[in-house]
């Protein structure tokens, strides 16, 4: 069974533009989360996607945003991207999210924003 | 801040020993995963255990959680080098897929 497939894998920005990372979940796993990590503030959860709804966000600013497709992959989208956004984001599927599911990560797409 | 709290940050160990690493959280939870990672790349998930489990093992990993206390330590036994990373522990609160992280354990074995 194929795992979590982020793309890209390294990313490199200017601080202005917008950016769109992709997550392909394991096959039959219908939830999809967004984690930031940085050094200074560790894994940070940025929001998880159901059935292309959005159940749950993180506190981060409005210029963070995703969606789902009926296929289960999904996407984030930064706008207006600021050197602090430069981070690993990683993504990660379960089959329903919560309540004893387990969570399987990406590789991670590693942002730098210059 | 909602995070756990890891300890110790970081770990370095010679290759037989054991390594053990705990993890504690503030609000009541419905499963607690653990999680390593080699060098800034994905989470590799290694064990979950439920709220109403004591104690779990998959091969040298040893799991265990103390609910009255929050709390859980994940302890590798007879450890190889190739255990070097940094592991995490994610607990689950039921909040719609959200894990909440520790700020890790970095472990080196040394051979």
């Known amino acids: 069974k194929a795992g979590v497939t982020q793309t890209p894998r390294y990313l490199i920005k200017t601080r202005g533009q917008q950016v769109t990372l992709s997550c392909s979940p394991i096959?039959?796993?219908?939830?999809v989360s967004w984690y930031q990590q940085t050094p200074g503030q560790g894994l940070q959860f940025l929001f998880e996607?159901?059935?292309?709804?959005?159940?749950n966000k993180g506190n981060f600013p409005g210029r963070f945003s995703g969606r789902q497709f009926s296929n289960s992959r999904s996407e984030m989208n930064v706008s207006t991207l600021e050197l602090g956004d430069s981070a690993l984001y990683l993504c990660?599927?379960?089959?329903?999210?919560?309540?004893?599911?387990?969570?399987?990560f990406g590789q991670g797409t590693r942002l730098t924003v210059v | 801040s909602q995070q756990g709290e890891e300890d110790p940050q970081a770990l370095s160990i010679q290759e037989g020993e054991n390594a053990t690493m705990n993890c504690s959280y503030k609000t009541s939870i419905n499963n607690l995963q653990w999680y390593r990672q080699n060098s800034g790349r994905g989470l590799v998930h290694l064990i979950l255990?439920?709220?109403?489990?004591r104690e779990k093992h998959s091969g040298r990993l040893r799991v265990t959680l103390d609910t009255s206390k929050k709390s859980s330590s994940l302890l590798i036994t007879a450890s190889r080098a190739a255990d070097t990373a940094s592991y995490f522990c994610?607990?689950?609160?039921?909040?719609?897929?959200?894990?909440?992280f520790g700020q890790g354990t970095e472990l080196s074995v040394k051979p």
């Open positions: 255990i439920r709220s109403n489990e």
């Open positions: 996607y159901f059935s292309e709804t959005q159940r």
């Open positions: 096959s039959g796993h219908r939830s």
């Open positions: 994610a607990t689950d609160h039921n909040q719609g897929g959200k894990l909440i």
């Open positions: 990660a599927s379960s089959i329903k999210g919560g309540d004893l599911t387990e969570a399987f």
